[in-house]
C-alpha cells in the first residue's frame, strides 16, 4: 500500500525538499567581507553588482545618521601639527603642544566649514543643470566669497 505525501512524517518530506533545492539550482551564500557572493555547487566566486545610485544612497543615510568626525582624528591631528611647526611659535625650547581640546574644536570648525563649502559648490553646479561638482563652481564661490566676504583671506 502507498502512502501519499500527507501521510509522511514531517521531517521527511522537509529533508527530501532541503535535497530537491541543494541538488538542482545553485544556492547563493553571501560571505562576510567583500562584495562577493560564493555559488555554492561549484560555481565559483561573483562579484556582487548594486544598482548605480545604490551605494551613493546608502552612504549619503550613513553619514546624515553619522554624528562624529568625517576625518579621522589622528589624520588631523598630524597635519595640523605639521603647520604648527612651521610657525615661530614652535621654535620655543620644548616645542609647541596642543591640548586635544583645542584640536578636536579646530576640527570641528573645519569640518563645518569644509560641509557648507561643498553644499555651496553643489548649490551651483545643480543651477547649472549638473549632478557632479566642478572647478568652474569652485571658481565661483571663491569670488562670491571675495566679494561678500573680504574678511576672509581665500587663497588662490
Not at 25 to 30: E, L, S
Not at 140 to 156: A, D, S, T, Y
Request: proline share 4%.
Amino acid at each position: 500500500m502507498t502512502t501519499s505525501k500527507s501521510m509522511q512524517p514531517l521531517d521527511d518530506r522537509l529533508c527530501h525538499k532541503v535535497l530537491a533545492r541543494t541538488k538542482s539550482a545553485p544556492v547563493y551564500k553571501p560571505k562576510k567581507k567583500g562584495g562577493t557572493v560564493v555559488v555554492a555547487g561549484g560555481g565559483g566566486v561573483r562579484s556582487r553588482r548594486w544598482k548605480s545610485g545604490t551605494v551613493a544612497l546608502r552612504e549619503i543615510k550613513f553619514y546624515q545618521k553619522h554624528t562624529g568626525f568625517l576625518l579621522p582624528k589622528a589624520t588631523f591631528a598630524r597635519v595640523c601639527r605639521e603647520l604648527l611647526q612651521e610657525t615661530d611659535y614652535a621654535t620655543r625650547e620644548g616645542g609647541l603642544r596642543v591640548k586635544q581640546s583645542t584640536l578636536e574644536a579646530l576640527q570641528k570648525a573645519t569640518e563645518v566649514f569644509m560641509v557648507k563649502y561643498f553644499q555651496t559648490c553643489n548649490t551651483f553646479a545643480i543651477h547649472r543643470d549638473r549632478v557632479t561638482v566642478g572647478p568652474k563652481d569652485v571658481t565661483l564661490w571663491k569670488q562670491i566669497m571675495r566679494e561678500f566676504c573680504p574678511e576672509v583671506n581665500i587663497p588662490g
